[in-house]
């Protein structure tokens, strides 16, 4: 099992993100792509300004970009000051994330900063008080910060439970994935904890059953978890199909990604698998012909996979670009970090 300082790297990113409807692609040489719905200034021509840059992440329509001074640039939507320009004060940053209207800077003290949306307390300055973090997520509206110890902080939205003191009990946590309204906790043994909402069995008690969990990920209300064995499972809200049993059959698996109402997980072998909603094509089956992927990321409706060889192929949704042909032209995208 991965220790929990492991995710304490500053070279540590994704080579890939997608907020709600746009995407982002880091390259080899440090600028990044941007492709999708701009009616926000997502893909805003400002991004290729920024150089050069080590990590990306989306929230829904605004991204933020971690250079390799420790400093932030931020654009796209800014109806929430989710791109206030304080975040040009912060610097020694190591690691961002971003929520759908607010984001979240670790500094490489184990400090945080936030900006963005506070109608539900995202940026309250209780996270002023947090130290010795190693890492932090977002969910929609609430975020969570890891410590180096093993333990959580949440602040945000509670409406829902997110930031319920349940938390507090949790230890051994070495990783962390938010969805909508409910946490996923990864503990260094390879067992879960869930909080947050359980209106649509994010937290069923059935994840306390599973073992040998390496990694968890988070759609809007159900979540997946990878096994050292390369096998899943699904658990929450399964409406739109999103933990059909269809997954029980997918061996080799080494990554997952969630999207709002579907998943993907991607073999050792670099092929992938889609289930759940297929409205919008998300599962449609273009998937079955990529090969040789190595990482994969959802945003709403659509999904991305990158190659070995740094180009990428987008499915799903769309209607605002998300698969836009001109993904076609990049190359060189970052292979990750481990």
């Keep these: 099992m991965i220790y929990y300082k492991f995710f304490y790297n500053k070279k540590m990113h994704k080579s890939i993100v997608c907020g709600y409807n746009h995407s982002l692609a880091l390259l080899e040489d440090g600028t990044i792509e941007c492709w999708g719905n701009n009616e926000y200034n997502q893909c805003d021509s400002f991004y290729k300004s920024s150089t050069p840059i080590i990590s990306i992440a989306c929230g829904e329509n605004h991204s933020v970009a971690l250079r390799d001074n420790g400093t932030i640039e931020c654009w796209g939507d800014n109806v929430f000051d989710q791109c206030d320009p304080v975040y040009r004060t912060f610097t020694n940053i190591c690691k961002i994330a971003c929520g759908e209207n607010h984001s979240v800077a670790l500094r490489d003290n184990g400090t945080i900063e936030c900006w963005g949306n506070n109608e539900y307390n995202q940026c309250k300055k209780v996270y002023k008080t947090f130290t010795n973090i190693i890492n932090v997520f977002c969910g929609k509206s ?9 333990t959580l902080e949440c602040w945000g939205d509670n409406t829902r439970n997110q930031c319920d003191p349940f938390y507090k009990i949790f230890n051994n946590i070495i990783s962390v994935s938010c969805g909508h309204d409910h946490t996923v906790a990864l503990q260094k043994y390879g067992t879960i904890k869930c909080g947050g909402s359980n209106e649509y069995n994010q937290g069923d008690p059935g994840y306390k059953t599973f073992t040998n969990i390496i990694s968890v990920a988070c759609g809007e209300l159900h979540s997946v978890a990878l096994r050292s064995d390369g096998t899943i499972e699904c658990w929450g809200d399964d409406e739109e199909n ?9 061996t080799n698996i080494i990554s997952v990604a969630c999207g709002q109402y579907h998943s993907v997980a991607l073999r050792s072998d670099g092929t992938v698998e889609c289930w759940g909603s297929n409205a919008l094509n998300q599962c449609d089956s273009v998937y079955k012909k990529f090969t040789n992927v190595i990482s994969v990321t959802c945003g709403n409706n659509h999904s991305v996979a990158l190659k070995d060889d740094g180009t990428l192929e987008c499915w799903g949704d769309n209607e605002d670009n998300q698969c836009d042909p001109i993904y076609k032209s990049f190359t060189g995208v970052k292979l990750p970090c481990f």
Excluded at 142 to 150: M, P, T, Y
Excluded at 242 to 250: G, H, L
């Design 142 to 150: 609430h975020s969570v910060a890891l410590r180096e110890d093993g």
């Design 242 to 250: 999103q933990c059909d049993q269809v997954y029980k059959t997918f």
